[in-house]
């Protein structure tokens, strides 16, 4: 079993909708959580933290839920620039900072 | 700023043969560390460093070496490359009072004959 899962998609909507994504992680140890943004041929950029309380920066709300051990994206009002592939990232305690990625969800925002 | 820099770009090797995949970052980080990532698999990290002089393995270390003599230079030693390696490579770098963001390098798309 992976450690970190995601539905690889891919995710097609109209611009303007409002898309969500999942991620489960197996570990229970994990203590840090974050979804990077790569485009397609890109390298990964951070594109935000997930904290407990859940938190919100401008279009984009991420939420983590610890007892089911998930962690959700989601995008409000979709644009053409959104459309990347989508990473969730874990660290887990102990783990001298070391990243473990799910294999990503790809989102394609149409006209 | 350049950032982190990776080069070459892309590389095509022949089974069997060595090379050295470069990366360097003019940040002042402390932490750097170089992935894989093949399709469906997401980035797998093969060998990090904490700092100058120290070095640790990843997830998948086989088949690769490392070598951390200064701050900014952190390079990827292939072997004996083997059809296996094929793959696109990542460097990144973050500072330890931040770990959360690592900066990711171009890559390099590595090709094994």
């Known amino acids: 079993r992976k450690e970190v899962e995601q539905d690889p998609g891919p995710f097609n909507v109209p611009e303007g909708a409002t898309v969500a994504f999942n991620c489960t992680y197996s570990?229970?140890?994990?203590?840090?959580f974050f979804w990077y943004r790569q485009d397609c041929r890109k390298e990964p950029k951070l594109l935000m933290s997930?904290?407990?309380s859940g938190n919100e920066d401008g279009r984009f709300t991420a939420q983590l839920n610890r007892a089911s051990q998930y962690i959700s994206l989601l995008i409000r009002d979709s644009k053409l620039s959104d459309s990347a592939t989508y990473l969730c990232?874990?660290?887990?305690?102990?783990?001298?900072?070391?990243?473990?990625f799910g294999s990503g969800t790809q989102l394609t925002v149409l006209p | 700023n350049a950032g982190v820099t990776q080069t070459p770009k892309f590389q095509v090797l022949k089974t069997g043969q060595s090379m050295t995949l470069q990366c360097a970052q003019d940040?002042?980080?402390?932490?750097m560390s170089w992935y894989r990532q093949d399709p469906g698999m997401g980035l797998r990290l093969i060998h990090y460093s904490v700092g100058a002089g120290i070095t640790d393995q990843g997830e998948v270390p086989n088949g690769y070496n490392v070598s951390r003599s200064t701050t900014e230079d952190f390079p990827l030693r292939l072997l004996s490359a083997a059809p296996s390696q094929t793959s696109v490579y990542f460097c990144?770098?973050?500072?330890?009072?931040?770990?959360?963001?690592?900066?990711f390098g171009p890559g390099t798309r590595l090709t094994v004959l």
């Open positions: 990232v874990v660290i887990l305690s102990g783990s001298a900072r070391q990243l473990t």
């Open positions: 997930v904290y407990s």
């Open positions: 940040m002042n980080h402390e932490y």
């Open positions: 990144a770098s973050s500072s330890v009072r931040s770990y959360n963001e690592q900066f």
């Open positions: 570990n229970s140890a994990s203590q840090s």
